[in-house]
Each structure stands twice: as C-alpha cells, then as structure tokens.
C-alpha cells in the first residue's frame, strides 16, 4: 500500500481521535497539541506551523487543523481539500480503505529483536549510541525488545533491528519508524532546528577524541566546545527539563548515550569534563543520565573505556 495512503490514515486518526477529546477546540495538554501540529506540519509540508514558541501558539495552531486551517494560503487550502477528498474516496472503495486498514492491522507485533554481533567477547553487548538509542526508544514506548546475536542471520557485522519480516539496518531509519508507527504515543520526532543543534556533537567528540595529530588537538578540541556551547543555549530556550519541553523526545534519547559516552570517554582520554560555565547543559546531563529508563540501558563506564581504547 502506498505511503502516502498510509500516512493520509494517519494524520486522519490523530485528528479524529484529538477531536474526541478536545471540548469546542480546548487543549487539554501540550503533548495533544504538539502531536497533531507536528503530524500536520509533517504530512501536509505546512512549515508556518512548525515548532511553536508556546503553549498559546500550539493551541492556535491545533484549533487552525481541527477548524480546517482556514488561515492558510489558498495553494496551501487546496493540497488539504485535496487530501481529504483522496481519503474520502478510499473510504468508500473497497479496493482502497480496506488495504489500508489492513496494512496497519498486518503490522509486526513485538517482542521485536535487535541482532547485534557482540563486542568485547560478549555476544549481545552493543555500544553504538545509535543503537542504543534505538533500544532506549523502544523501552520508553513499552515495546518489548530482545538482544540477540546476529551470527548466522543477515547482517551478520552489524546491528539491525527485526521487527516481523522488516529488517532495518540504520539506526536513524529504526527511529523514524518508530515515532511513525507509534505516532500517538508520549514519544515525537524533535523539530528540525533541535535536530541540527544535536547532529555534530557526537562527531566532533570522536574527531577530538580519536585525533592523533597534536598540531590539530587544539582546533577539534574548540570545534567540541562551540557543539556543547549551542547545546547549551539551546537548552536554556528549553520550556522544561528536557530539550525541547518537559516531555522526552527522540532527541533526547538520542543524546543520552552520547552524552554519557563523551563523559567517560573524554576525562579518561583527554582529561577533559563540560565546563561549569555550560550550566544548562550539566544540569540536563544529569537529570537525563538518572531517568530510569536510560539508566538502565547505560553501558558500564569500563566497557565504554574499552570501545573508545580500540578506536584509538
């Protein structure tokens, strides 16, 4: 079925379901809000209701879906009449609701597994951020997940994510499915601009970390820094705890592994720890790396060392 009969499903769920719990277009909280403005956005290419500054705007823009967006452009109006007489006419062609419908209904059922090919002389230890993010995701949305060993499966060197017959082998590919299938659960996709603050830290960390020659030490060393800078101005924007709000996001779960990696990593390696003056930035650290959820999932200090030891 094509993916944009799916997501047209989608999108028509989501409104459909926050119609039922909104009172004459009252929110009764942020994460409904952000939910149908972000699916919205997404689906429908409509950048002016992109990440709103507050809770105010959110409403607004949640009461312009639901009220069929009258403030939009007339091209804009046109794309969205067009959608919806789309799903109106596969809702009542049996040759096209009903594929869709079942395509929702024939998706894989957890426990998934997550085939990993051992590091360290043991057989399901994984230490890639990126796929430790992946079993964070998973544990955050309560979906059963196994690590086990790849060896005799496809790929066999290097992680994957199994989920029925559907084998993913990019950790980032393995996110968006995730927030996409699970698209009414607590957990979002981050807006794009978070996105672009938190995509060169973990690189910058590796190239300062990994780095052999001393002439270049010093320039790698600011370029980590000036990351972990917008980092932390980006969190003193933050309306709660967590990056973006007081609700998690991929990005968060993202940088969990990586902040903990660069931790260990970097005051055993370099002797170096996030400045005190990063006061945001240390503040968050901490309050992520204690959430039970990514607690439990951290690898021990030991193993990170080893891992970084073998890169170097």
């Given at each position: 079925?094509?993916?944009?009969?799916?997501?047209?499903?989608?999108?028509?769920?989501?409104?459909?379901?926050?119609?039922?719990?909104c009172?004459?277009?009252?929110?009764?909280?942020?994460?409904?809000?952000?939910?149908?403005?972000?699916?919205?956005?997404?689906?429908f290419?409509?950048?002016?209701?992109?990440?709103?500054?507050?809770?105010?705007?959110?409403?607004?823009?949640?009461?312009a879906?639901l009220?069929?967006?009258?403030?939009?452009?007339?091209?804009?109006?046109?794309?969205?009449?067009?959608?919806?007489?789309?799903?109106?006419?596969?809702?009542?062609?049996?040759?096209?609701?009903?594929?869709?419908?079942?395509?929702?209904?024939?998706?894989?059922?957890?426990p998934?597994?997550?085939?990993?090919?051992?590091?360290?002389?043991?057989?399901?230890?994984?230490?890639d951020?990126?796929?430790?993010?992946?079993l964070?995701?998973?544990?955050?949305?309560?979906?059963?997940?196994d690590?086990?060993?790849?060896?005799?499966?496809?790929?066999?060197?290097?992680?994957s994510?199994?989920?029925?017959?559907e084998?993913v082998?990019?950790?980032?590919?393995?996110?968006?499915?995730?927030?996409?299938?699970?698209?009414?659960?607590?957990?979002?996709?981050?807006?794009?601009?978070?996105?672009?603050?938190v995509?060169?830290i973990?690189?910058?960390?590796l190239?300062?970390?990994l780095?052999?020659?001393?002439?270049?030490?010093?320039?790698?060393?600011?370029?980590?820094?000036?990351?972990?800078?917008?980092?932390?101005?980006?969190?003193?924007?933050?309306?709660?705890?967590?990056?973006?709000?007081?609700?998690?996001?991929?990005?968060?779960?993202?940088?969990?592994?990586?902040?903990?990696h660069?931790?260990?990593?970097?005051?055993?390696?370099?002797?170096?720890?996030?400045?005190?003056?990063l006061k945001?930035?240390?503040?968050?650290?901490?309050?992520?790396?204690?959430?039970e959820?990514?607690?439990?999932?951290?690898v021990?200090?030991?193993l990170?060392?080893?891992?970084?030891?073998?890169?170097?």
């Amino acid at each position: 079925m094509a993916i944009v009969q799916r997501k047209m499903l989608t999108v028509f769920l989501v409104l459909s379901i926050c119609i039922s719990m909104c009172s004459g277009f009252q929110v009764p909280n942020a994460r409904q809000s952000q939910t149908v403005q972000r699916t919205a956005s997404k689906l429908f290419g409509l950048d002016k209701y992109g990440e709103p500054a507050t809770l105010e705007e959110a409403e607004a823009a949640l009461k312009a879906v639901l009220a069929g967006l009258p403030e939009m452009s007339p091209e804009d109006q046109k794309k969205v009449a067009g959608l919806q007489e789309e799903l109106t006419l596969a809702a009542s062609e049996d040759l096209s609701a009903a594929p869709v419908l079942n395509q929702f209904a024939a998706l894989a059922e957890p426990p998934f597994d997550l085939r990993v090919p051992g590091e360290q002389g043991q057989a399901t230890l994984v230490t890639d951020p990126a796929w430790l993010s992946v079993l964070l995701a998973l544990r955050f949305l309560g979906l059963p997940c196994d690590v086990v060993p790849s060896k005799g499966f496809l790929p066999e060197d290097r992680p994957s994510l199994v989920m029925g017959q559907e084998v993913v082998e990019d950790a980032a590919r393995a996110l968006a499915l995730l927030c996409e299938r699970y698209v009414l659960s607590d957990l979002v996709e981050s807006a794009t601009p978070i996105q672009e603050v938190v995509a060169p830290i973990y690189p910058s960390f590796l190239e300062f970390l990994l780095n052999k020659d001393s002439s270049k030490n010093k320039e790698l060393k600011k370029a980590l820094q000036s990351n972990l800078y917008f980092l932390d101005k980006r969190l003193q924007r933050s309306r709660g705890e967590y990056i973006e709000s007081d609700e998690v996001t991929i990005s968060d779960l993202v940088l969990a592994p990586q902040l903990h990696h660069m931790q260990v990593a970097l005051k055993h390696f370099k002797n170096f720890s996030f400045s005190p003056e990063l006061k945001a930035l240390n503040t968050y650290a901490d309050n992520l790396l204690n959430m039970e959820v990514v607690r439990l999932m951290l690898v021990p200090d030991d193993l990170v060392v080893a891992k970084y030891a073998a890169l170097r």
